[in-house]
């Protein structure tokens, strides 16, 4: 069974980077698919931030491209987010996930993440 | 503001259907597979439905999925307590040389 976890800190200060990791198990990434990045802000909706193949090939949110860098380690079986300049208005429940086609068929359970001073 | 288009709440009483819509346009549902997606209370998102018809394994027949156009309804027959929860379409959009993924605003489902 294919399962992912994000972990990262909770509590990122606004103008700092938030990172975030999922650990990939069930499943090697090397094998394919992409996999990315999704986020749900409080009490609002979904909104793709971005994703990554396993050879590197990365496609981003164009609202949110000039912050955002994904990574993938392939050695560790996990890939990464990295968001600069957080502001409020970037905490959120971020999840990762894997795509098939036009779908998303496996999420992890997410990592809420906060901006605050 | 979402470029997918969901009524904010449906609601019905236990053993009903509910229909959620899905309103896009030519650059996103017109021209691409819709998929659908359930999120309960505190946990991960499931596939519901994706290439806008199509269930999962274990997904139970009570839940359908269908396109026209540039709109996408994702039905819910035989109504349950434990599907009362958001639900989500979602799909790729296409502006000039730029794609991305895009999700529905998100739907309440409620059970009275």
């Not at chain 1, 090697?28 to 992409?34: C, D, F, P, V």
């Not at chain 1, 502001?87 to 036009?102: I, Q």
């Not at chain 2, 309960?40 to 394994?57: M, Q």
């Amino acid at each position: 069974q294919v399962q992912l976890k994000e972990s990262g800190p909770g509590l990122v200060k606004p103008s700092e980077t938030l990172s975030l990791t999922c650990a990939v198990s069930g499943y090697s990434i090397s094998s394919g698919y992409y996999w990315g990045w999704i986020r749900q802000p409080p009490g609002k909706g979904l909104e793709w931030i971005g994703s990554i193949y396993y050879s590197g090939t990365k496609y981003y949110n164009p609202s949110l491209k000039s912050r955002v860098t994904l990574s993938v380690d392939t050695s560790k079986n996990q890939f990464s987010l990295s968001l600069s300049s957080v502001t409020a208005a970037d905490t959120a429940l971020y999840s990762c996930a894997r795509r098939v086609g036009a779908a998303w068929d496996y999420w992890g359970q997410g990592a809420l993440v906060t901006v605050s001073s | 503001q979402s470029v997918l288009t969901q009524p904010p709440s449906v609601s019905a009483a236990p053993g009903q259907k509910v229909t959620i819509s899905c309103s896009g346009s030519s650059s996103n549902i017109g021209d691409n597979y819709v998929s659908w997606y359930q999120r309960l209370p505190g946990a991960a998102p499931k596939l519901l439905i994706y290439e806008n018809d199509k269930r999962p394994s274990g997904i139970p027949d009570r839940f359908s999925g269908s396109k026209s156009g540039t709109s996408a309804t994702l039905g819910i027959t035989g109504l349950q307590t434990g599907d009362e929860a958001e639900y989500y379409c979602g799909t790729w959009n296409t502006i000039l040389n730029d794609f991305f993924y895009v999700f529905g605003s998100g739907t309440k489902v409620t059970v009275l």
